[in-house]
């Protein structure tokens, strides 16, 4: 088909001339007048591009044949390669490294033993993953608090890798610098479980688990009750990040917002000390301030590894002491586990656990914690595990321990007697930590008279809380052992240890907590544990 043939335009007056030269003379085209050009209306030879002046029409032609030629391509290769970046950048991302020396390439990558931690949900009945019991191998050390309104608190920590501290590599055996260290209790974490009818059910909702930032680990986790009524979660945090003023192992606390319900929120973690301060119930004085026990758990035979920290009702730092102020190597010592009450007179008295074949000891102070000294515990009990001293409502003072008499030293090693078990029975215990027993003393702890045995299997690690003149009394069973590591509690009251039986309505002896072994979890017989 023929071209249409170009339109003509009869030549300019002089008049127009100058109209349209005035009009497009060095000045951006006006929108008006850019229709006016598309329109035909201004003469051919004095039409122009947008861009450039272009009085010759023939000219003009030129260079828009030049341009298309040079811009078409560069138009194609430059949507071409957005489009395949853009595609790249989707699928790969950005994959160019920063420098060696930014803080993401250097361990501990801006991580400080401040760096704070959390709390999780356990958000389903059968367990969030990897907290599930059927997966659960190891648990141990509880501790238990109650609420005002009567619900239940307990915590502990588990593994599903290993038995209690287990091995870890050294610094040494790390391949890169940039691989986080191991820490102890590596693979640890803490759960915190509850109770809204008395101890008959459980449920756990939430855990403490700091292996999501650098191999961090938990250990020895604590509820307890402030002078205001709240419930506090003592807890440690292991984690090695080389940090000089802290160190591996820090004390972090948070507070139960809503103790009556089991989705409680929590407040921010404040930090409390370097080394463990969670082991024991601080004591709480008339005030509000507090004194809290604590271990550095430095090597065994160091006396000065027992210390203790003075808090005021607000949390700010009144002194820090230790237990034993020599620094004369004493074979006896081991982990510390001071438990502290205020006696009647107003001075403090703390158990001190001792090293493997003597009993717990005990401790007074007459300046409020500042110095101690060594005055001796009425009974034998507790070799080389923890004790735990109450002060109940009632004024008197109930201690839970291992009662396993020793009927001889052979050999530098003890001998233990044979206890009568609950069904009236004599047995001879396999270890100390066997017969977890409830005593009551009437006299500020100067004698405990009447005793009730709890458990006579190999238990430990008890902690007490009251609610309505009846005690809660949780502790482990066989934390290692085949198919056990059970946390159980046992609900007694005054008149059950008085007539060393259970004589009160609804008391109740090894009650279940939480049991791995019974929801397909616990340690199988194949299992070599770390």
Not at 216 to 238: C, E, H, M, Q, Y
Not at 499 to 520: D, F, Q, T, Y
Request: charged fraction near 25%; hydrophobic fraction near 35%; aromatic fraction near 10%.
């Amino acid at each position: 088909m023929p071209r249409a043939p170009a339109k003509k335009f009869p030549n300019p007056t002089a008049a127009e001339e100058k109209f349209w030269r005035g009009k497009f003379s060095g000045r951006k085209t006006p929108p008006r007048a850019r229709k006016r050009q598309i329109a035909g209306r201004a003469p051919e030879h004095l039409r122009r591009s947008p861009r450039r002046n272009f009085i010759d029409a023939a000219a003009r032609k030129k260079y828009w044949k030049f341009m298309k030629k040079l811009i078409c391509p560069l138009a194609i290769l430059f949507f071409a390669s957005a489009a395949f970046c853009g595609g790249v950048s989707e699928i790969v991302g950005d994959v160019s490294m920063p420098p060696p020396d930014d803080i993401s390439q250097k361990f501990p990558y801006g991580i400080t033993a401040k760096t704070p931690p959390y709390l999780q949900k356990i958000i389903n009945k059968k367990g969030r993953a990897p907290y599930r019991m059927n997966l659960r191998i190891f648990q141990g050390c509880p501790t238990i608090e109650v609420s005002d309104g009567g619900r239940l608190w307990a915590a502990y920590f588990s593994s599903n890798e290993q038995i209690e501290g287990g091995e870890r590599f050294s610094p040494k055996d790390k391949i890169f610098a940039h691989q986080p260290n191991e820490t102890i209790h590596a693979a640890q974490f803490a759960v915190v479980s509850t109770s809204s009818d008395g101890g008959k059910s459980w449920k756990e909702v939430f855990v403490f688990d700091p292996s999501k930032v650098l191999n961090g680990s938990s250990s020895d986790p604590l509820l307890w009750k402030d002078a205001d009524g709240k419930i506090r979660f003592t807890v440690v945090r292991n984690m090695d990040v080389g940090d000089r003023q802290i160190g591996p192992t820090a004390t972090w606390e948070f507070v139960m917002l809503d103790p009556e319900s089991e989705s409680t929120g929590w407040s921010a973690p404040r930090l409390v000390c370097k080394n463990n301060a969670s082991v024991m119930k601080p004591a709480v004085f008339p005030d509000g301030s507090i004194l809290r026990a604590g271990d550095t758990f430095s090597m065994g035979g160091n006396p000065q590894r027992a210390f203790f920290i003075k808090e005021s009702r607000g949390g700010k730092i009144e002194f820090a002491s230790r237990l034993i102020d020599s620094k004369r190597s004493d074979p006896k010592t081991t982990f510390a586990e001071q438990s502290v009450i205020l006696r009647k007179d107003g001075s403090l008295f703390s158990t001190l656990r001792r090293k493997w074949g003597d009993p717990v000891t005990g401790f007074e102070s007459r300046d409020g914690g500042k110095t101690w000294r060594e005055v001796g515990f009425p009974l034998k009990v507790s070799i080389d595990t923890k004790a735990v001293l109450f002060r109940a409502k009632s004024g008197n003072l109930i201690l839970v321990a291992n009662d396993v008499p020793i009927a001889e030293m052979k050999d530098g090693k003890p001998v233990f007697g044979e206890v009568r078990g609950p069904d009236g029975k004599t047995f001879r215990p396999g270890g100390a930590r066997y017969c977890m027993t409830a005593f009551i003393s009437y006299d500020d702890g100067k004698t405990f008279p009447k005793k009730i045995l709890l458990d006579e299997r190999q238990t430990s690690y008890p902690s007490v809380c009251e609610h309505n003149g009846r005690f809660y009394i949780a502790y482990d069973h066989a934390r290692g052992g085949y198919k056990k590591q059970e946390i159980l509690m046992a609900k007694i009251t005054e008149a059950d240890i008085e007539a060393g039986k259970l004589v009160s309505p609804g008391s109740a002896l090894k009650m279940e907590i939480s049991s791995p072994s019974k929801h397909g979890g616990g340690r199988r017989a194949d299992d070599n544990l770390l």
